[in-house]
Nanobody, 128 residues
Framework: QVQLVESGGGSVQAGGSLRLSCAAS????????MGWFRQAPGKEREGVAA???????DYADSVKGRFTISRDNAKNLLYLQMNSLKPEDAAMYYC??????????????????????WGQGTQVTVSS
């Protein structure tokens, strides 16, 4: 069982920045993927960014160039630096772990059904 706890959400004006953090309980799976998803009211949960145990990265087209995913393996922390925020970025943001190298699976990582563990989410609000 992997426990995930997100933090860092809040309210910001358009053009501002936030950094989300996700603290993960210790786990020793050899191949895994960590990621960020978001879900706005009335919309489906969508993949934002992912990073795997080999350090490969990928982003949703809507956030490329503005968001950066990173991790601190020693502290079991995952981050999402969000810059140049737009009102359409407002959503509940979730941290997730998949016990598989999803970034090797031909672009399938944004599918929420492929992920095994989820945090409770942290709210991001962006005002125009």
């Amino acid at each position: 069982q992997v426990q995930l706890v997100e933090s860092g959400g809040g309210s910001v004006q358009a053009g501002g920045s936030l950094r989300l953090s996700c603290a993960a309980s210790t786990y020793t799976y050899r191949r895994y993927t960590m990621g960020w998803f978001r879900q706005a009211p009335g919309k489906e949960r969508e993949g934002v960014a992912a990073i795997d145990s080999d350090g490969n990265l990928d982003y949703a087209d809507s956030v490329k160039g503005r968001f950066t995913i990173s991790r601190d393996n020693a502290k079991n922390l995952l981050y999402l630096q969000m810059n140049s925020l737009k009102p359409e970025d407002a959503a509940m943001y979730y941290c997730a772990v998949a016990l598989a190298p999803l970034l090797n699976w031909g672009g399938s990582w944004p599918d929420p059904q492929l992920w095994h563990y989820w945090g409770q989410g942290t709210q991001v609000t962006v005002s125009s």
